[in-house]
Protein backbone atom coordinates (compact mmCIF):
# COMPACT_ATOMS: atom_id res chain seq x y z
CA UNK A 1 0.00 0.00 0.00
CA UNK A 2 1.13 3.83 -0.31
CA UNK A 3 2.58 5.25 3.10
CA UNK A 4 3.02 8.80 2.49
CA UNK A 5 5.60 10.85 3.30
CA UNK A 6 4.84 13.52 6.33
CA UNK A 7 5.98 16.13 3.95
CA UNK A 8 6.27 14.51 0.44
CA UNK A 9 8.03 16.97 -1.44
CA UNK A 10 10.79 17.02 1.70
CA UNK A 11 11.33 13.72 1.79
CA UNK A 12 14.14 11.70 0.34
CA UNK A 13 11.74 9.35 -1.58
CA UNK A 14 12.91 9.37 -4.96
CA UNK A 15 9.51 9.91 -6.94
CA UNK A 16 9.04 8.06 -10.26
CA UNK A 17 6.17 10.16 -11.82
CA UNK A 18 6.70 12.21 -14.92
CA UNK A 19 6.57 15.54 -13.07
CA UNK A 20 8.85 17.09 -16.52
CA UNK A 21 5.33 16.82 -18.31
CA UNK A 22 2.70 17.56 -15.73
CA UNK A 23 1.09 20.85 -15.84
CA UNK A 24 1.53 24.02 -13.41
CA UNK A 25 -1.22 22.16 -11.16
CA UNK A 26 0.18 18.98 -11.50
CA UNK A 27 -1.86 17.76 -13.84
CA UNK A 28 -0.72 15.36 -16.12
CA UNK A 29 -2.77 13.12 -18.74
CA UNK A 30 -3.46 9.52 -18.42
CA UNK A 31 -2.08 8.45 -21.51
CA UNK A 32 -4.16 5.51 -21.21
CA UNK A 33 -2.79 4.02 -24.66
CA UNK A 34 0.81 3.63 -22.59
CA UNK A 35 -0.44 1.06 -20.39
CA UNK A 36 1.05 -2.37 -20.85
CA UNK A 37 -1.37 -5.36 -20.76
CA UNK A 38 0.55 -6.31 -17.81
CA UNK A 39 -0.09 -3.13 -16.08
CA UNK A 40 -3.50 -4.08 -16.73
CA UNK A 41 -3.21 -7.58 -15.23
CA UNK A 42 -1.61 -5.76 -11.75
CA UNK A 43 -4.93 -3.73 -11.53
CA UNK A 44 -7.14 -6.43 -12.23
CA UNK A 45 -5.29 -8.98 -9.82
CA UNK A 46 -5.41 -6.07 -6.92
CA UNK A 47 -9.21 -4.96 -7.65
CA UNK A 48 -10.22 -8.68 -7.32
CA UNK A 49 -7.96 -8.89 -4.21
CA UNK A 50 -9.42 -6.14 -2.36
CA UNK A 51 -12.80 -6.45 -3.98
CA UNK A 52 -13.04 -9.72 -2.43
CA UNK A 53 -12.59 -8.24 0.87
CA UNK A 54 -14.87 -5.41 0.83
CA UNK A 55 -18.53 -7.04 2.19
CA UNK A 56 -16.90 -8.01 5.47
CA UNK A 57 -14.44 -5.41 5.84
CA UNK A 58 -15.49 -1.97 4.42
CA UNK A 59 -17.80 0.92 5.59
CA UNK A 60 -21.11 0.47 3.25
CA UNK A 61 -20.39 4.02 2.20
CA UNK A 62 -16.96 2.42 0.19
CA UNK A 63 -19.04 -0.32 -1.30
CA UNK A 64 -21.99 1.84 -2.26
CA UNK A 65 -19.37 3.90 -3.85
CA UNK A 66 -17.11 1.46 -5.53
CA UNK A 67 -20.32 0.38 -7.05
CA UNK A 68 -21.50 3.50 -8.32
CA UNK A 69 -18.56 4.45 -9.93
CA UNK A 70 -18.68 1.50 -12.56
CA UNK A 71 -15.41 0.20 -12.38
CA UNK A 72 -14.35 -2.48 -14.12
CA UNK A 73 -12.14 -5.30 -12.87
CA UNK A 74 -10.74 -6.54 -16.14
CA UNK A 75 -8.98 -3.19 -16.94
CA UNK A 76 -7.02 -0.34 -15.96
CA UNK A 77 -9.94 2.53 -15.18
CA UNK A 78 -9.54 5.75 -18.13
CA UNK A 79 -10.13 8.84 -14.82
CA UNK A 80 -12.13 11.07 -17.51
CA UNK A 81 -15.06 8.24 -17.07
CA UNK A 82 -14.77 8.10 -13.35
CA UNK A 83 -14.36 12.06 -13.34
CA UNK A 84 -17.80 12.22 -15.10
CA UNK A 85 -19.37 9.52 -12.92
CA UNK A 86 -18.48 11.43 -9.69
CA UNK A 87 -18.91 14.53 -10.99
CA UNK A 88 -22.78 13.73 -11.44
CA UNK A 89 -22.80 12.15 -8.15
CA UNK A 90 -21.06 14.71 -5.34
CA UNK A 91 -19.66 16.99 -7.94
CA UNK A 92 -15.70 15.90 -7.72
CA UNK A 93 -13.72 15.68 -10.21
CA UNK A 94 -10.71 13.43 -10.87
CA UNK A 95 -7.48 13.95 -12.80
CA UNK A 96 -4.50 12.74 -13.24
CA UNK A 97 -0.97 13.86 -11.69
CA UNK A 98 2.54 12.45 -11.27
CA UNK A 99 2.31 11.22 -8.10
CA UNK A 100 3.02 12.78 -4.37
CA UNK A 101 2.22 16.62 -5.33
CA UNK A 102 3.43 20.15 -2.99
CA UNK A 103 0.94 20.27 -0.09
CA UNK A 104 -0.35 23.81 -1.24
CA UNK A 105 -1.23 21.91 -5.16
CA UNK A 106 -3.17 19.26 -2.92
CA UNK A 107 -4.82 21.11 -0.55
CA UNK A 108 -5.53 23.96 -3.50
CA UNK A 109 -7.15 20.51 -5.89
CA UNK A 110 -9.13 19.07 -2.82
CA UNK A 111 -10.38 22.52 -1.81
CA UNK A 112 -11.76 23.38 -5.46
CA UNK A 113 -13.32 19.54 -5.97
CA UNK A 114 -10.67 17.85 -7.50
CA UNK A 115 -9.20 14.90 -6.23
CA UNK A 116 -5.63 13.92 -7.61
CA UNK A 117 -4.99 10.28 -8.95
CA UNK A 118 -1.50 9.17 -9.42
CA UNK A 119 -1.51 7.46 -13.63
CA UNK A 120 0.95 5.13 -12.96
CA UNK A 121 0.59 2.03 -11.93
CA UNK A 122 2.69 -0.18 -9.11
CA UNK A 123 5.21 -3.10 -10.63
CA UNK A 124 4.20 -6.93 -9.92
CA UNK A 125 6.96 -7.26 -7.30
CA UNK A 126 5.12 -4.28 -4.91
CA UNK A 127 1.45 -5.99 -4.91
CA UNK A 128 1.64 -5.42 -1.36
CA UNK A 129 3.66 -2.44 -0.45
CA UNK A 130 5.17 0.55 -1.80
CA UNK A 131 6.26 4.00 -0.73
CA UNK A 132 4.42 6.15 -3.09
CA UNK A 133 0.86 6.54 -4.13
CA UNK A 134 -0.13 4.48 -7.63
CA UNK A 135 -2.91 4.08 -9.57
CA UNK A 136 -4.54 1.58 -7.36
CA UNK A 137 -3.96 3.47 -4.45
CA UNK A 138 -5.37 6.82 -5.97
CA UNK A 139 -8.78 4.95 -7.16
CA UNK A 140 -9.72 2.43 -5.68
CA UNK A 141 -8.64 3.31 -2.08
CA UNK A 142 -10.08 7.14 -2.02
CA UNK A 143 -12.67 7.43 -5.04
CA UNK A 144 -15.54 5.27 -3.51
CA UNK A 145 -15.59 7.56 -0.58
CA UNK A 146 -15.90 10.36 -2.82
CA UNK A 147 -19.20 9.34 -4.35
CA UNK A 148 -20.41 9.99 -0.88
CA UNK A 149 -21.63 13.33 -0.52
CA UNK A 150 -21.35 14.20 2.97
CA UNK A 151 -17.50 12.55 2.89
CA UNK A 152 -17.05 14.93 -0.18
CA UNK A 153 -17.58 17.89 1.51
CA UNK A 154 -15.47 16.77 4.39
CA UNK A 155 -12.39 16.47 1.68
CA UNK A 156 -13.09 19.76 -0.25
CA UNK A 157 -13.52 20.90 3.62
CA UNK A 158 -10.26 20.09 4.84
CA UNK A 159 -8.44 21.03 1.38
CA UNK A 160 -9.87 24.28 2.38
CA UNK A 161 -8.41 24.91 5.67
CA UNK A 162 -4.88 23.46 4.42
CA UNK A 163 -5.32 26.04 1.77
CA UNK A 164 -4.84 28.75 4.51
CA UNK A 165 -2.55 26.93 6.79
CA UNK A 166 0.66 27.95 6.11
CA UNK A 167 2.88 26.78 9.12
CA UNK A 168 4.85 23.25 8.97
CA UNK A 169 3.60 23.07 12.18
CA UNK A 170 -0.04 23.25 11.01
CA UNK A 171 0.62 20.91 7.99
CA UNK A 172 1.66 18.67 10.66
CA UNK A 173 -1.78 18.54 11.83
CA UNK A 174 -3.29 18.75 9.27
CA UNK A 175 -1.02 15.68 8.00
CA UNK A 176 -2.21 13.75 10.75
CA UNK A 177 -5.80 14.60 10.01
CA UNK A 178 -6.05 13.20 6.87
CA UNK A 179 -3.62 9.87 7.95
CA UNK A 180 -5.79 8.66 10.68
CA UNK A 181 -9.30 9.37 8.43
CA UNK A 182 -8.87 9.40 4.68
CA UNK A 183 -5.94 7.00 5.05
CA UNK A 184 -6.52 4.83 8.02
CA UNK A 185 -9.88 5.82 9.27
CA UNK A 186 -12.51 2.55 10.61
CA UNK A 187 -16.22 3.48 11.46
CA UNK A 188 -18.44 1.69 13.58
CA UNK A 189 -21.57 0.03 11.87
CA UNK A 190 -24.53 -2.17 12.83
CA UNK A 191 -22.22 -4.98 11.47
CA UNK A 192 -18.84 -4.70 13.82
CA UNK A 193 -16.02 -2.52 12.62
CA UNK A 194 -15.71 -1.46 8.92
CA UNK A 195 -12.53 0.58 7.58
CA UNK A 196 -13.31 3.14 5.25
CA UNK A 197 -9.59 4.57 4.98
CA UNK A 198 -7.58 4.26 1.21
CA UNK A 199 -4.80 3.09 3.07
CA UNK A 200 -6.27 0.14 4.70
CA UNK A 201 -8.92 -0.80 1.51
CA UNK A 202 -5.78 -0.86 -0.70
CA UNK A 203 -4.02 -3.21 1.60
CA UNK A 204 -5.17 -6.79 1.93
CA UNK A 205 -3.03 -7.24 4.92
CA UNK A 206 -3.78 -4.24 6.86
CA UNK A 207 -7.50 -4.95 5.87
CA UNK A 208 -7.68 -7.90 7.98
CA UNK A 209 -5.39 -6.11 10.57
CA UNK A 210 -6.53 -3.00 11.09
CA UNK A 211 -10.25 -4.37 11.70
CA UNK A 212 -9.60 -7.68 13.33
CA UNK A 213 -6.23 -8.11 15.26
CA UNK A 214 -5.93 -7.72 18.60
CA UNK A 215 -2.61 -5.44 18.66
CA UNK A 216 -3.58 -2.14 18.05
CA UNK A 217 -6.07 0.16 20.15
CA UNK A 218 -9.13 0.86 18.09
CA UNK A 219 -10.55 4.27 19.93
CA UNK A 220 -12.68 6.85 19.40
CA UNK A 221 -12.31 9.37 17.04
CA UNK A 222 -11.47 12.98 18.59
CA UNK A 223 -10.43 15.44 16.71
CA UNK A 224 -8.41 17.37 19.06
CA UNK A 225 -6.40 13.72 19.97
CA UNK A 226 -6.10 12.71 16.00
CA UNK A 227 -4.56 16.18 15.59
CA UNK A 228 -1.81 15.63 18.37
CA UNK A 229 -1.05 12.15 17.46
CA UNK A 230 2.12 11.44 15.18
CA UNK A 231 1.85 8.22 12.97
CA UNK A 232 3.81 5.53 11.39
CA UNK A 233 4.20 5.39 7.83
CA UNK A 234 6.23 1.83 7.45
CA UNK A 235 4.18 -0.27 9.33
CA UNK A 236 1.15 -1.00 10.05
CA UNK A 237 -0.54 1.31 12.47
CA UNK A 238 -0.44 0.98 16.49
CA UNK A 239 -3.86 3.19 17.07
CA UNK A 240 -6.87 3.34 14.76
CA UNK A 241 -9.53 5.82 15.23
CA UNK A 242 -13.32 5.13 15.08
CA UNK A 243 -15.98 7.11 13.91
CA UNK A 244 -19.58 6.97 14.85
CA UNK A 245 -20.62 7.48 11.54
CA UNK A 246 -19.17 9.57 8.34
CA UNK A 247 -21.41 12.58 9.43
CA UNK A 248 -19.16 12.74 12.93
CA UNK A 249 -16.39 13.51 10.61
CA UNK A 250 -17.78 16.35 8.51
CA UNK A 251 -19.24 17.77 12.17
CA UNK A 252 -16.66 18.12 14.15
CA UNK A 253 -14.37 19.40 11.51
CA UNK A 254 -17.27 21.79 11.38
CA UNK A 255 -16.75 22.82 14.64
CA UNK A 256 -13.62 23.04 15.05
CA UNK A 257 -11.72 26.11 15.84
CA UNK A 258 -8.51 25.20 13.90
CA UNK A 259 -6.70 28.21 14.19
CA UNK A 260 -7.03 27.57 18.44
CA UNK A 261 -5.84 24.05 17.44
CA UNK A 262 -2.67 25.04 14.99
CA UNK A 263 -1.35 27.56 18.17
CA UNK A 264 -0.81 24.29 20.09
CA UNK A 265 0.74 22.53 16.83
CA UNK A 266 4.14 23.03 18.37
CA UNK A 267 3.62 20.92 21.19
CA UNK A 268 5.42 17.57 20.69
CA UNK A 269 2.99 15.05 19.37
CA UNK A 270 1.31 12.11 21.17
CA UNK A 271 3.46 8.73 20.26
CA UNK A 272 1.83 6.32 17.65
CA UNK A 273 1.16 3.78 20.75
CA UNK A 274 0.10 6.18 23.61
CA UNK A 275 -2.83 5.32 25.13
CA UNK A 276 -4.17 7.82 27.30
CA UNK A 277 -7.14 7.86 30.02
CA UNK A 278 -9.23 10.05 28.12
CA UNK A 279 -9.61 7.84 24.90
CA UNK A 280 -12.92 5.74 24.42
CA UNK A 281 -11.16 2.51 23.41
CA UNK A 282 -13.86 0.54 20.79
CA UNK A 283 -14.35 -2.75 21.77
CA UNK A 284 -16.22 -4.64 18.56
CA UNK A 285 -14.42 -6.14 15.76
CA UNK A 286 -15.22 -6.78 12.45
CA UNK A 287 -18.27 -9.22 12.40
CA UNK A 288 -19.40 -10.87 8.99
N1 LIG B 1 -0.18 14.39 -3.20
N2 LIG B 1 -0.91 13.13 -4.97
C1 LIG B 1 -0.90 13.37 -3.66
N3 LIG B 1 -1.62 12.58 -2.84
C2 LIG B 1 -1.63 12.78 -1.49
O1 LIG B 1 -2.30 12.04 -0.76
C3 LIG B 1 -0.87 13.84 -0.98
C4 LIG B 1 -0.15 14.63 -1.87
N4 LIG B 1 0.56 15.67 -1.40
C5 LIG B 1 0.54 16.02 -0.02
C6 LIG B 1 -0.16 15.07 0.84
N5 LIG B 1 -0.84 14.08 0.36
C7 LIG B 1 -0.04 15.18 2.32
O2 LIG B 1 0.67 16.25 2.72
C8 LIG B 1 -1.32 15.05 3.13
O3 LIG B 1 -0.96 15.21 4.45
C9 LIG B 1 -2.39 15.98 2.84
FE1 LIG C 1 -3.86 8.00 -0.15
Redesign the pocket.
Known amino acids: MAR ?1 PV ?2 TQSDVKLRGDYAHAGPDFRLAQNYDAYTPDEHAIWRTLFERQSGMLAEHAAPEFQAGLRLLGVDAHRIPVLEEASDRLKRLTGFEVIG ?1 P ?5 AD ?1 FGHLAERRF ?1 V ?1 TWMRRRDELDYLVE ?1 DLFH ?1 FFGHLPMLAHTVFANFIQAYGAI ?1 AHAREPAA ?1 KM ?2 RL ?2 YTVEFGLVATGRGLRAYGAGILSSSGETIYATRATGPARIGFDLQRVLRTNYLIDSYQKTYFVLDDIEQLFDSVLAADFDAQFADAHLPGYEPDARLPTDQPVASLATS
Not at 99 to 103: D, F, K, R, S, W
Open positions: LAPVGLIPEFPTPDGLLAYW
